[in-house]
């Protein structure tokens, strides 16, 4: 579904990312996994084509990505979730829905709010609240929906879990697996193991704008070494 080959990104004569390589396949769930400043949102701000100085291979579907505008990007099914939410504060939820609808894809079931409604129960019993009104895990919850109307073939989650309680985590986990058994192909940035524990297939582990491991979810909770050197605050 998405391929990163050699990727290298700069801000200004800043080099940030070194030559990062990751991938993932159709219904598959992968962290993007580092400490604060490792390089995982201008991995996913790169990808979205939202860091102008870029340079390497992106390919979603095998169609290369790297030369198009933002909104072409987001169009051909690459869904984003920043770590901000950006939700509209004056809108509604019902509102907020609406303004990331996109048509459906072919081969995947055309999200509708009455499904996200099912996904998220706690956007169900505030329809028309607006966004301004809500807690931060019920804005992420709406970020999530909103991204979900544009039907697209993958999401970028960037940092879902961070600063929610503990039982909105387990929310947000228990959506993501929903997602992929409904065929969604989802790349997440993490800082939480536990959370990337509970939902991922797959991990590359990030440092310093560079891809220091990858292996199965199953490996990288077994090597300590890994989690020492890379991971431990």
């Not at 019920?138 to 600063?163: C, F, K, W, Y």
């Not at 387990?170 to 065929?183: N, P, Q, V, Y």
């Not at 800082?191 to 491991?213: P, T």
Request: charged content about 25%; hydrophobic content about 40%.
């Amino acid at each position: 579904m998405l391929r990163i080959a050699g990727l290298d990104s700069f801000y200004g004569p800043a080099h940030i990312l070194h030559q990062v390589s990751l991938e993932v396949g159709k219904g598959e769930v992968v962290a993007l996994i580092g400490r604060n400043g490792a390089g995982k949102s201008t991995t996913f701000r790169s990808i979205m084509g939202l860091v102008a100085d870029r340079r390497g291979t992106i390919t979603l579907e095998g169609a290369d990505i790297i030369r198009l505008p933002t909104y072409e990007i987001a169009r051909r099914g690459l869904g984003y979730v920043p770590e901000d939410r950006r939700v509209f504060t004056d809108l509604t939820v019902e509102e907020n829905l609406e303004v990331g609808r996109q048509p459906a894809r072919p081969g995947l079931k055309p999200w509708t709010p009455a499904r996200l409604f099912e996904l998220f129960p706690n956007l169900g019993a505030m329809p028309r609240r607006p966004g301004g009104r809500m807690s931060g895990g019920e804005q992420q919850m709406l970020t999530i929906a909103r991204t979900l109307m544009g039907n697209p073939a993958i999401v970028l989650l960037d940092e879902p879990s961070e600063g929610l309680a503990p039982k909105i985590v387990e929310e947000m986990a228990r959506a993501i697996i929903t997602l992929k058994r409904e065929g969604l192909s989802i790349l997440l940035s993490e800082q939480n193991l536990h959370f990337a524990k509970l939902i991922a297939d797959r991990a590359y582990v990030i440092e310093s704008g560079a891809i220091r491991y990858s292996g199965t979810m199953a490996e990288l909770a077994a090597d300590q070494k890994v989690q020492t050197e890379y991971l431990a605050l």
